[in-house]
DNA sequence: GCCAACGTTGGC
DNA sequence: GCCAACGTTGGC
């Protein structure tokens, strides 16, 4: 059993909104990072939990818990002309990039802020504090896993 | 808006 | 295969 960490900016698509969502699932596509891609095409097992985390906004950190709920498969939006995130080298044989469904798994009482954690020395080797870390998709180890969760309940 | 850190691209 | 140029991320 493993445990992530998955960014994504709340004006795009928060939290909220994945537990607004009908089924409480939603495909995370658009990733167009080869590290993050293997994550989710070769290591993330469904019912695996994830923070979900809000990046890029007025006070981001660790909205609440998600799951991995599919196996991989092709993100379908490489293939649409349309899309912001078509890859024209990427065709239905080859695909290049895959995706997982993270759905909805709990709330958290409190939010946990990038702030907050950094205070905490048991979260100081996590892979999202340290300098220079862009990648939207980590993973977490169970000890941070559950510290985070104790902070936030 | 700035800028450090990093990933990707493409010419050679 | 190198590496400069460029683009992106994301906190501040």
Redesign the pocket.
Same mark, same amino acid.
């Given at each position: 059993m493993k445990y992530w960490i998955m960014?994504s900016e709340p004006e795009v698509f928060s939290f909220q909104e994945l537990k607004k969502r009908p089924k409480k699932t939603e495909p995370w596509n658009g990733v167009r &990072?080869?590290?993050a891609r293997n994550f989710m095409r070769d290591e993330m097992q469904e019912g695996e939990l994830i923070l979900f985390y809000h $990046?890029?906004?007025e006070i981001?950190g660790v909205a609440g818990i998600a799951k991995v709920s599919s196996k991989p498969y092709p993100d379908s939006t490489q293939f649409e002309k349309k899309s912001e995130y078509y890859d024209p080298k990427a065709t239905k044989e080859t695909p290049r990039w895959f995706l997982i469904d993270v759905t909805y798994d709990q709330d958290l009482k409190n939010f946990v802020s %990038?702030?907050e954690m950094k205070k905490h020395k048991e979260l100081s080797e996590m892979r999202l504090l340290q #300098?220079? &870390? #862009? %990648? $939207?998709i980590l993973p977490v180890t169970n000890k941070e896993f559950e510290f985070i969760l104790k902070l936030g309940n």
């Open positions: 960014k &990072n080869y590290q $990046s890029s906004c981001p %990038l702030e #300098r220079g &870390n #862009r %990648l $939207s």
